[in-house]
């Protein structure tokens, strides 16, 4: 029986797996959610001796029903090869007795290379499943590391081009740079003069734009997304968690059946739900902190139940974080409102037109094992410094405010069980913020300049990821107004 796929805004709007991957939005502009979360079919003991690709395979079989094992096996052996730089994929390091799980190991060092590696070959695979005849375009909104890990993951994959936009300034100088550089015949990459969500809002107004794709198809395309809308995204980041947990379990820190608390640096909501997923297939999970940055709006919602957006953008030294629309929170709406997609569509509609919907105490009720927290600027830069001065280990920016919402939820709870940070981006990726916040005096230098002394003052092996954009090209200097955005679509595909 294959696990059905259902819109979060129409319930008559069914998927499988395949269908879901390649469309990535409903045709409403909903969100595909599988009708349950189905459990894990393999026992504690047997999980601590699993690999990386062994567990990937545990836990994506349950949700890509329409898979067979051997064309999912070949996904997962074409993405976690040697294009991440450690044997254990996702490393975890025990700083200060909280647990750092390193998901910045792959070819573009941040987190999205986890989902980001395997979702093209996912993607490829559900087209030759559903007799896809088209060439797929994957159109992507970017607040910075999405656009890189998957120009990466798509760069020459025959039958697809690539179109990612960006925010022009609100990506750090190394992510804009790793993105501009990028080689391959079927990648476009564009600025825009707005924000994240701008980019993210436009995209899915050309998603959910019927005429467009009327044009397309008649050009022979059609579009999908690498954005964490996309379930294919999404499934592989489960993994990780039930790795984590793993990985405690071997080292004697829990007990099989012992909860693990996690804490997610979140923008998009894509991760935390991941995690969230991941304890609903058996990973006994306690607390779920959702870490936010100054663009606090997911706080603000779980203090009040209230999501609101309307309030200043700000851009801050985590752009990946840099989000008022948090996407993904659509599919938790959908649970918490039993499932009922006539009322998660009452709720997104709201969020269109006045920005902002508050949920039932009933509904807000099932959110309580979601814990909000948020780091200011300063509270993030202190941290880096601070985890620096004690433990020599470099945190991102991102990874910094996760820990600071761990520091606040420990004060406030007490709670002492075993914890895991979800260490989502490689310190080499913002070495400007990360090396004023050790000592101001670094903002002196060049960005190259940082990664070197990066690399001195902590001992860590600066990345190939890094090193390959040094002295590469730029390939990419389109920048487009916010409205122009499907003009330039029309312009990349000529017509
Ligand atoms: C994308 C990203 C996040 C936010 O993850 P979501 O799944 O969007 O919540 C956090 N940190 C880094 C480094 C990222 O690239």
Known sequence: MNLVYRSTRNSEETATASEAILKGLTNDGGLF????????????????????????????????TDFTEE?????????????????????????????????????????????????????????????????????TATSGDTGKAALAGFADVPGTKIIVFYPKAGVSPIQEKQMVTQKGDNTYVVGIK????????????????????????????QFSSANSINIGRLVPQVVYYVKAYATLLKEDVLKAGEPMNVVVPTGNFGNILAAFYAKQMGIPIGKFVCASNENKVLFDFFQTGTYD???????TSSPSMDILISSNLERMIY????????????????????????????????????????????????????????????????????????DKYKEVSKDTTPTVIASTASPYKFTRSVMTAIDPKYDAKEDFELVDELNKISGVKIPNAIEEIRSAKVLHDTVVETEDMEKEVKNILKF
Do not use: W
């Open 335 to 406: 649970r918490i409102a039993g499932n009922n997609s006539e009322k998660c569509a009452e709720f997104m509609k709201a969020l269109t037109t006045d920005g902002k919907y508050s949920i039932s105490d009933e509904m807000k009720t099932e959110l309580n094992e979601f814990f909000g927290a948020y780091a200011s600027e300063e509270e993030t830069s202190k941290k880096i410094h601070d985890v620096y001065t004690q433990t020599n280990y470099v945190l991102d920016t991102h990874t910094a405010v996760a820990a600071v919402a761990y």
């Open 194 to 221: 707005g924000n994240f969500d701008d980019a993210q809002t436009g995209v899915k107004k050309m998603f959910s734009n019927k005429d467009l794709a009327k044009e397309m198809a008649d050009h022979g395309y």
């Open 71 to 139: 064309e999912l096996k070949n996904c997962i052996r074409n993405a976690y090869d040697e294009k991440f730089d450690t044997e254990e994929i996702a490393p975890m390091v025990k700083v200060d007795g909280t647990y750092y799980l390193e998901l910045f190991h792959g070819s573009t060092i941040a987190f999205k290379d986890m989902a980001l590696s395997i979702l093209p070959h996912l993607l490829v695979t559900s087209a030759k499943k559903n007799h896809v005849e088209n060439e797929i375009v994957i159109l």
């Open 309 to 315: 957006r309307n309030r200043d953008f700000v851009l």
């Open 33 to 64: 959610v599988p009708d349950s979360i189905p459990k894990l079919q393999v026992s504690m003991d047997d999980l601590t001796k699993m690999s990386y690709g062994e567990i990937a395979y545990a836990v994506m079989k349950e949700f890509l």
